[in-house]
């Protein structure tokens, strides 16, 4: 950052260099209107744009040049009728986000971002960018409303339909859905309050809309948003918007369902009072100008945008067994990815010494695990399903519980191996049993492991049996894969056999969550091939300290360990190796 002196000094050379005519440095006096944007220093000036003298001020923060100044346009019409210029003329340059400013050199980016502007501004006389209204559409129509943004969770689809909002005592509307049922489903199906929901109307317009250049000014009109939809309406929603504006509304809200060049709907609402005659779409007349609502969005396709293919995962159903340390961040990190539908298992209680390397924390102490991750989930991720068992997964598979069934995925991340095998025994024998995750990690931040096993139709052995089949004469039955050399104990307790655990820190339970949820993931999008077996490897100082061995296979590098990910497997496992 530059000192006040240095602004000074910088916006003096860049009028100097002659860009803006009858240029000036603006007072402290002449700030005020920028003070909203943070600008503390602004000179004020005119430049030719495709023969039109268009009046500008150059702003800065203090925090400037590590980051952009900020360039209005100076209109007659405060809301301005051009994309890319805001409701008080401010021009959008380009995202921040990610942005790489030479700070060395801030007269240069002066001037480069006057450039920038400068290309906005023709492009928006001429008409060039008129379409770039479509794509902004949302954003132009938040400036434009003087009110607070209403939650809204429509499914933007292209049938026009009845819809469902909520009025205040004011006539505010406060929310918009398709249903309550819609509001419950973004919200895990939690209990929420179940509002008096009123008639609404979603109407979706056809592509051809993109071939009309408008501003979002021009839905002031009613007769120009009544002539706008109906050209724009595909024959079968044109016979829907028929029958629903048959009937007779005191206050009307529509939500134009707007198509944008980037793919999409961009979703906007209109509210009439004292309408007269029906719809006003269609027939009927208001006794004001329509009022503009600004919607947030809530429905899946926005909100899991961010999320790397979260919506191809929203159908996927996915069982954990055991929310422990590696399962409760397993949880989370499954379902910010996107998963739709969790089946936690698990029969225990959170305890205070669980509560310091658990996801929970101290908030789930005292309470079934099942049901606090689930208050966790469904707290911080939207349109997550979660089904809760309250007991062992053996129990669940002695009855054939329906709880397992129509799951893609199931992972064991109980730590048991004796239960673990007993799993895999029993699920490798049902033809249409899910794929199986086996994830567990080791003392004192040795490693952590996760192995993929029956995948359907994949041509390889490797199951979880595989790891303890066919020992070598002479030695003990022992997890192959494990990074500690066998017969070896590592539970400690603090005050007696009660509060036996084994020692490893919360950062060990994180990354093997990582590693399980990224082999889950490989799977649930189909990029997954075989059965391996995947290890992260820890540095072993603190393990070896405690006076413990490791084995062969820890001696192995982490390009060997993924080199040979499929060799555990054996053709003679009592399991899995009969399978083709």
């Known amino acids: 950052m530059i000192s006040a002196e240095e602004r000074q000094s910088l916006l003096k050379e860049f009028l100097a260099s002659g860009r803006l005519s009858s240029a000036r440095l603006l007072n402290s006096d002449e700030l005020a209107w920028g003070k909203s944007r943070q600008i503390v220093a602004a000179v004020e000036g005119n430049i030719d744009i495709d023969g039109r003298r268009v009046a500008l001020r150059v702003g800065v923060c203090h925090r400037f040049p590590l980051t952009l100044p900020q360039i209005f346009w100076v209109l007659p019409d405060p809301l301005g009728r051009f994309p890319h210029v805001e409701h008080d003329g401010k021009i959008c340059l380009r995202a921040d986000d990610g942005l790489l400013i030479d700070h060395h050199s801030p007269l240069e980016v002066l001037q480069e971002s006057l450039d920038i502007a400068v290309d906005v501004i023709g492009a928006g006389v001429s008409g060039a960018n008129a379409a770039d209204f479509l794509d902004e559409l949302e954003a132009y129509w938040l400036q434009i409303t003087d009110h607070d943004s209403v939650p809204c969770y429509l499914d933007p689809n292209d049938t026009l339909r009845r819809v469902a909002i909520d009025r205040n005592r004011t006539n505010q509307i406060t929310v918009v859905a398709d249903s309550y ?36 000014q021009d839905f002031r009109s009613l007769e120009w948003t009544r002539h706008f939809v109906s050209k724009h309406l595909s024959v079968e929603n044109r016979k829907r918007l028929d029958r629903l504006g048959a009937k007779n509304y005191a206050r009307a809200f ?24 029906g719809n006003p779409l269609r027939h009927g007349t208001p006794g004001r100008p329509g009022r503009y609502i600004a919607l947030e969005r809530r429905d899946r396709a926005v909100v899991t945008a961010r999320a790397e293919n979260a919506p191809d995962l929203a159908k996927a159903r996915v069982g954990l067994v055991g929310c422990g340390s590696v399962g409760g961040y397993l949880a989370l990190l499954l379902a910010r990815a996107g998963v739709g539908h969790l089946t936690l298992v698990d029969p225990d209680k959170l305890t205070a010494q669980n509560a310091f390397r658990h996801v929970l924390g101290s908030s789930g102490i005292g309470t079934p695990k099942v049901d606090a991750m689930k208050r966790e989930l469904t707290t911080k991720v939207p349109y997550i399903d979660v ?194």
């Not at 973004?186 to 109407?203: E, I, K």
């Not at 939500?255 to 009072?273: E, T």
């Open 181 to 216: 049922d819609a509001v419950q489903e973004f919200a895990g199906n939690r209990d929420t309050r179940s509002p008096p929901l009123h008639a609404a109307h979603y109407v979706p317009l056809e592509p051809s809309a993109l071939q009309d250049r408008f501003t979002p």
């Open 387 to 580: 089904g809760l068992q309250r007991e062992r997964i053996e129990n669940l598979l002695v009855r054939r519980d329906s709880a397992l069934k129509n799951l893609g995925l199931l992972i064991y991340a109980a730590g048991d191996p004796t239960v673990g095998r007993y799993l895999n025994e029993q699920l490798q024998r049902v033809q249409d049993a899910p794929a199986l995750i086996f994830t567990w990690l080791e003392p004192y931040g040795l490693g952590g492991h996760a192995l993929l096993t029956k995948t359907q139709g994949a041509d390889a052995w490797g199951c979880f049996g595989c790891l303890f089949d066919s020992p070598i004469p002479g030695e003990p039955r022992r997890n192959r894969a494990d990074f500690a050399a066998p017969e070896q104990f590592f539970a400690k307790d603090v005050s007696g056999c009660a509060t036996m655990y084994t020692p490893y820190a919360d950062l060990d339970a994180v990354r093997t969550a990582e590693l399980a949820t990224r082999l889950a993931l490989d799977l649930l999008r189909d990029r997954s091939r075989g059965h391996p077996l995947l290890s992260w490897k820890g540095d072993g100082e603190a393990f070896r300290a405690a006076g413990f061995q490791t084995s062969a296979r820890y001696e192995l590098d982490e390009k060997s360990l993924h080199e040979l990910r499929f060799s555990y497997a054996r053709e003679n496992c009592a399991v899995c190796g009969r399978k083709p």
């Open 254 to 277: 529509v939500v134009l369902g707007i198509p944008r060049r980037k793919g999409g709907k961009a979703l906007v609402g209109i509210d009439y009072a004292g309408v007269s005659g």
